[in-house]
């Protein structure tokens, strides 16, 4: 039976992005997005813990989020875990996960309500990367 690698998460950026290109020209996207959860604790008191998330789009999906997407805006993204390995200077073996993106929704009044705003409100497609990872 094949398994399930799906991530759906809402947020916001938490920082203007930048899109870069891969020597044959694929867009790449790497940002962060937010996600706040409250309580309670035993006294009644509020408390707030944020969950960042890092994010890899491709290709339409990159340049899209490039475009539209800065810092704050609430994003909707839809894709797969991705765990990196490496060996740092000091031959101690590192890992790092990220969400792949395959499916950006961008979200709030200015991608919604403005006539003006051509802003796509979502963006899919081609947003996993090829079998070569430009990374």
């Not at 039976?1 to 950026?13: D, E, H, P, T, W």
């Not at 475009?67 to 060996?87: A, H, N």
């Not at 802003?119 to 990374?135: C, H, K, L, R, Y």
């Amino acid at each position: 039976m094949a398994g399930v690698n799906k991530v759906l998460i809402l947020g916001r950026l938490g920082k203007d992005l930048e899109v870069r290109y891969t020597s044959d020209g694929k867009a790449v996207a790497s940002f962060s997005i937010a996600t706040s959860t409250q309580s309670k604790d035993s006294a009644g008191n509020k408390t707030e813990y944020t969950e960042w998330h890092k994010i890899s789009a491709f290709n339409n999906a990159a340049e899209a989020a490039g475009k539209y997407l800065k810092k704050g805006d609430r994003v909707f993204v839809e894709g797969s875990l991705r765990t990196k390995k490496w060996v740092d200077q000091h031959g101690v073996e590192k890992y790092s996960t990220e969400i792949v993106a395959g499916r950006l929704e961008f979200l709030g009044e200015k991608h919604s309500q403005n006539p003006q705003n051509p802003t796509p409100p979502e963006s899919q497609g081609d947003g996993f990367p090829d079998d070569d990872m430009p990374f």
